[in-house]
């Protein structure tokens, strides 16, 4: 936001150097940027931040000045005479979207005489870097600068049936905009029309068809509030920005809409001698809800800030800013925050703005706060045990961005394919705009990063929401966990299990074949604890693997970190050291292919009695003599009792249990 320095003393008194000034300003929120000569007017950049649109006009900044530096604030009256005919006369509006426009007037000026600004209008626009254009745009300009307050003009003339209607785009329509450019226009957008088609996208741009002209005698004068989130919809939509669409999707005052219409009016009967300014305003407008007290306990200043500020000098402050006090006394100041203050609506902010204006170089550095630390909630200890069980295994943490390219953006499973992902439109975001659907993806454009730098194995893993298209419109963003690592499946299942150990989390996991578009056939698998998913995991598809330029073969998991916190167990239970000694066995089971390891351990802790402890796998064996349709299936059995040694017979006994189980289930044999 530029102010000018010559266009600030028609508002507050400037006795104070400019830099002066601008340390002043920078300290309470509106950070110089920079200060240039322009011909002898002092151009002034400062940084707004979006909840203090009420500066993003000169009034707005002035008022700041006259309250940091206690000097009277002039606004102009903006009282302009008129006389002929009443509005009424000349134009009608109507609005047809009022929950995208609440508040629409327009004013009528006649025997308007379109030319050149006089020097002052122009040098005062070219020090905030607008081109002079005509004395009737430059007006709308100036007063929008002025008070933030967008305006725009039409040529009455060119309005066909001399009326606006505020509506939605209908298919199909089109507008050639003020930049000479044509646009498409959707259902979805809000246009200013006239009684046949549109002429100006509402709070972004007015149309070329109506703009002020040479010729121009007549003029319809618009100044109006708009939904930001449609004009930011607009905007995007189309990458078109303006001026006017900056202020738009901000906060605006509810109420300088009728002031800004006067002003302008007022200007151009100084600017454009014998014209006339026709009584009456066209004012469409939804009412408007009264603000709510905002109560300050005084207590809470010196609680916040460490410091002791005055009731008096609180009081002051406060209604320096503009709010109305409704009651004060020793403990408690009630007030009402201007319609220009939007942001101003708890207890918090009223004790920021007290900071400010009083100055934050005033509060002690070295005033002890009283702070307590607040425990670690249920969440953040489990990702903590999450981060340590995964470091440990020689993983690092990686943080990528939710919103990525459509390469990345593909879900883990073929579940919700077909839907197309969540998208942002933001003039910054022209590839990577897709809320990404999974964080394995992610994680291998990481893997590609280190690889081209001479990680030939980075193993990571990564903590984040994943956004699901979800059936009302909005997304389902649920919490997962990621883990890529240069090991084949089982490797990868070894990291699950470690880390579900580290958790304390004592359902068994299984893992059932699956399809997924991320990994190669035959190879993934959904990793189950007890009857609940818990995620994905697979060897990644060698094409995968050549789209994203990886050099080396990978495997990747992706947890659903929701049961994961349901689970896992954050203090240990304390458990003693078995006093008596394990008995291990090996079997080799030969049985069809399409049995998993998954199928045959559920049968073994099924039938392995009281003393079995857990089953391991250790390889497959297919091909030889045991034909296309068979394989070979070794693996290893725990037994363990706590209150005494097991036998030879009472394990033998169990083996053979386990055997006779797995014949009958599932067709197995001893191999020989």
Request: one cysteine or more; a negative charge.
């Amino acid at each position: 936001m530029i102010v000018s320095w010559n266009q600030l003393t028609d508002y507050v008194r400037l006795d104070m150097p400019v830099e002066a000034l601008a340390e002043r300003l920078a300290l309470t929120g509106l950070n110089h940027e920079s200060t240039e000569d322009v011909g002898g007017d002092l151009a002034i950049d400062l940084e707004v931040t979006s909840n203090r649109s009420d500066c993003l006009g000169q009034i707005g900044v002035a008022r700041e000045i006259s309250v940091l530096f206690d000097r009277p604030l002039r606004v102009p009256s903006a009282t302009p005479k008129t006389s002929g005919e009443p509005v009424e006369s000349f134009a009608a509006l109507s609005v047809e979207a009022p929950d995208l426009c609440p508040r629409f007037t327009a004013r009528v000026m006649t025997g308007v005489k379109v030319g050149e600004s006089p020097w002052w209008m122009r040098k005062r626009l070219e020090t905030l870097g607008v081109r002079p254009v005509s004395n009737v745009v430059d007006v709308t300009n100036y007063v929008m600068f002025e008070c933030g307050q967008p305006l725009h003009a039409y040529d009455l003339d060119r309005l066909e049936g001399r009326r606006l209607v505020v509506r939605k785009a209908r298919p199909g329509e089109k507008l050639t905009a003020i930049n000479g450019k044509q646009y498409p226009l959707d259902p979805e957008m809000l246009v200013i029309a006239d009684a046949e088609r549109p002429v100006g996208l509402a709070g972004v741009m007015g149309g070329l068809d109506t703009e002020i002209g040479p010729g121009t005698t007549n003029v319809l004068i618009e100044a109006a509030r708009f939904d930001a989130m449609s004009v930011r919809r607009t905007s995007r939509a189309l990458g078109l920005f303006s001026p006017s669409s900056f202020r738009f999707e901000r906060p605006l005052d509810p109420e300088v809409a009728d002031w800004a219409s006067r002003r302008t009016g007022e200007l151009i009967l100084e600017l454009c001698p014998g014209s006339v300014l026709h009584p009456g305003v066209i004012d469409v407008a939804a009412p408007v809800a009264p603000r709510e007290p905002v109560v300050l306990r005084l207590a809470q200043i010196p609680r916040v800030l460490g410091i002791e500020v005055e009731p008096s000098e609180v009081r002051r402050i406060l209604e320096a800013l503009g709010l109305r006090v409704l009651e004060a006394d020793g403990q408690v100041v009630k007030v009402i925050p201007p319609t220009w203050r939007a942001d101003l609506e708890r207890e918090i902010d009223l004790i920021e703005e007290v900071a400010r204006i009083h100055g934050y170089e005033k509060i002690v550095e070295d005033r002890p706060i009283p702070v307590a630390s607040a425990p670690r909630g249920r969440r953040e200890r489990v990702e903590s045990a999450i981060r340590d069980a995964l470091t440990a295994q020689g993983l690092d943490e990686a943080v990528t961005f939710s919103l990525v390219e459509d390469a990345l953006a593909g879900p883990i499973t073929a579940e919700g394919a077909d839907a197309p992902p969540l998208r942002v439109s933001h003039s910054s975001r022209k590839v990577e705009n897709a809320l990404r659907r999974g964080l394995a993806p992610s994680l291998l454009s990481v893997r590609r990063h280190n690889e081209a730098h001479g990680v030939a194995d980075a193993r990571v893993f990564e903590i984040a929401d994943v956004y699901l298209p979800g059936k009302d419109g909005l997304p389902d963003e649920p919490a997962r966990l990621a883990i890529v690592a240069g090991s084949d499946f089982r490797g990868v299942k070894g990291i699950v299990e470690t880390l579900l150990r580290r958790l304390l989390i004592a359902e068994p996991l299984s893992a059932r074949p699956a399809d997924s578009p991320l990994f190669a056939a035959g190879r993934s698998a959904e990793l189950w604890l007890g009857d609940q998913r818990l995620g994905w995991m697979g060897e990644v598809d060698a094409e995968i693997a050549r789209k994203f330029e990886l050099r080396n073969a990978c495997s990747a998991a992706e947890l659903e970190l929701g049961l994961l916190l349901e689970k896992a167990r954050t203090v240990a239970q304390y458990r003693p050291l078995p006093s008596y000694p394990a008995v291990v066995r090996d079997l080799s089971l030969v049985l069809d292919r399409s049995v998993s390891w998954a199928e045959l351990e559920a049968v073994v802790r099924e039938h392995a009695g009281a003393s079995f402890r857990e089953a391991h796998y250790l390889d497959t064996f297919r091909g030889g003599n045991l034909g296309d349709d068979r394989q070979s299936v070794h693996f290893g059995m725990t037994f363990r009792r706590d209150d005494r040694t097991l036998t030879g017979e009472e394990v033998d006994a169990a083996v053979k249990d386990v055997v006779e189980a797995c014949s009958r289930k599932l067709g197995a044999t001893l191999r020989a």
